[in-house]
């Protein structure tokens, strides 16, 4: 039987709803993805630097991420991704330490010998942990203090969570932090080093290859068009974006729920719409430098100083060479934050002004002349908010009526989100859908 009657509409052409038009076009479904950027990739999209195309968010992959590298390998690409070996260090009161491998850990000398035995053990405890769910009671920073200690959680923990959460640091919960020491423990090699993946080309190059494979089966990938509104009409789906309009059997999409929420607004009920609303999100700003030198050996440098603004100073060319952007070396600074926060106000040029001289005096060589470029990059929905008992947040993939679907990141979990489990739950959908169709 063919489905060539049939379509799909799908809102958003990050990995989430690439992945899906991927299924759904191979199944011989008839798909459609809207995007509303200029170009495709979402939260891994990218800009151009010395003729290559980088990140404007930092990006890698953990060896360990299956569904992401079984796509590649399907997709005949394997060739192109890259698994290097990563320095990640600390900066502490004024000064760095690596912090890659287990006996840099046994020398991580802002903590006595006791302390780093009991921080050891603690990544060890955690990995261990199988039955996440005993851990929705409770917070990440309880459940650190406890398996830790004070101290370890001062000096460790606690500047990760402020960097990575903000405000929302101490509603955290313990399965989100579980979750990423595990996964971070289960990429290294055989000698405890922190090995990290990366794709040719940048991420934005894997979705424009599986963006190729969705076109040559016959799908369609409209960028530069916001949908502003969805509604059932005479049994389909029915998407404006201004004067335009698309029609389709069935709608999934895969932006953040609140923006779903708005998509929707003109009829939905409005228990849906406030059980779409309930978790917070986060923004994020990047801010890029090209320099015409390394400033030093460490790719991702946690920052542990509650007054660095940033939480990692990432130097993405101790990963990806800078033989890849013409030579110069890549730096990201980036800091999670409400999108009210005063830094995600700032222009691009008060934010650069604002964070060098920080930087300068984690780096106190460093000149404003090494700086040949900078960017800055603004997303308002970065990072779901994952907060004690989540589970109860997520709202289904099948939405209140017949043929609307949600596929997005706020509803992986346990783990975080991330491109791996984009293409994982993107697939499963896309491949339901057309079962279903
Ligand atoms: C700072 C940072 C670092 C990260 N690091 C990593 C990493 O190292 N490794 C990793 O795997 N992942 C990382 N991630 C996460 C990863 O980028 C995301 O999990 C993944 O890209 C999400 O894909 P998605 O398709 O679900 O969502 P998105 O990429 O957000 O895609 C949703 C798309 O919907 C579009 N859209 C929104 N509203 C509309 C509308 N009204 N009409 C049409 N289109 C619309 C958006 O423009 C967007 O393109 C990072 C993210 C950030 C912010």
Request: hydrophobic share 45%; aromatic share 12%.
């Amino acid at each position: 039987m063919s489905n060539d009657a049939k379509s799909v509409l799908i809102v958003g052409a990050g990995f989430t709803g690439l992945a899906a038009a991927y299924e759904l076009a191979r199944a011989g479904v008839k798909v459609t993805i809207v995007e509303w950027a200029r170009d495709i990739g979402g939260l891994a999209s990218a800009f151009d630097v010395g003729g290559t195309k980088l990140d404007r968010f930092y990006h890698h992959w953990f060896t360990n991420d299956a569904h992401v590298m079984a796509l590649i390998d399907e997709l005949g690409l394997t060739d192109q991704v890259r698994i290097n070996p990563t320095n990640t260090g600390v900066y502490y009161a004024n000064s760095f330490f690596k912090l890659s491998t287990p006996l840099d850990l046994l020398r991580f000398s802002p903590l006595g010998l006791f302390d780093r035995i009991r921080l050891g053990l603690l990544a060890l405890r955690a990995r261990r942990v199988k039955a996440w769910m005993a851990l929705e009671d409770k917070t990440a920073a309880d459940w650190l203090r406890e398996l830790g200690g004070e101290r370890v959680f001062k000096i460790v923990w606690q500047p990760l969570l402020k960097g990575k959460f903000g405000p929302h640091a101490e509603e955290v919960s313990a399965v989100w932090f579980w979750n990423k020491i595990k996964l971070r423990g289960g990429s290294r090699g055989k000698a405890g080093e922190e090995r990290l993946a990366y794709y040719k080309g940048g991420f934005v190059a894997l979705a424009e290859a599986i963006a190729a494979k969705i076109v040559a089966l016959g799908g369609t990938i409209q960028c530069g068009a916001k949908i502003d509104s969805l509604a059932p009409v005479e049994g389909k789906w029915r998407a404006t974006s201004g004067e335009r309009v698309f029609e389709a059997d069935r709608v999934l999409v895969t932006t953040a729920l609140p923006v779903y929420a708005d998509l929707i607004a003109g009829w939905a009920a409005p228990d849906y719409l406030d059980s779409l609303r309930r978790i917070s999100y986060l923004g994020n700003v990047c801010l890029v430098l090209e320099l015409d030198r390394s400033l030093s050996s460490t790719y991702w440098l946690n920052v542990n100083d509650a007054s660095f603004p940033f939480v990692g100073v990432i130097e993405h060319t101790n990963f990806e060479g800078p033989e890849n952007y013409g030579g110069r070396h890549i730096v990201y600074l980036s800091k999670y934050l409400p999108e009210t926060d005063r830094l995600f106000l700032m222009s691009d040029d008060e934010i650069f002004d604002y964070a060098l001289p920080y930087l300068q005096a984690m780096f106190p060589k460093l000149e404003k002349s090494w700086v040949l470029a900078r960017h800055v990059w603004r997303a308002r929905w970065s990072q779901p908010v994952v907060g004690k008992h989540y589970s109860r947040l997520i709202p289904a993939q099948d939405g209140p009526l017949p043929g609307l679907h949600l596929c997005t990141m706020a509803q992986i979990y346990p783990e975080d989100r991330g491109t791996n489990y984009a293409i994982r739950e993107g697939r499963a959908i896309g491949r339901r859908l057309a079962a279903e169709m």
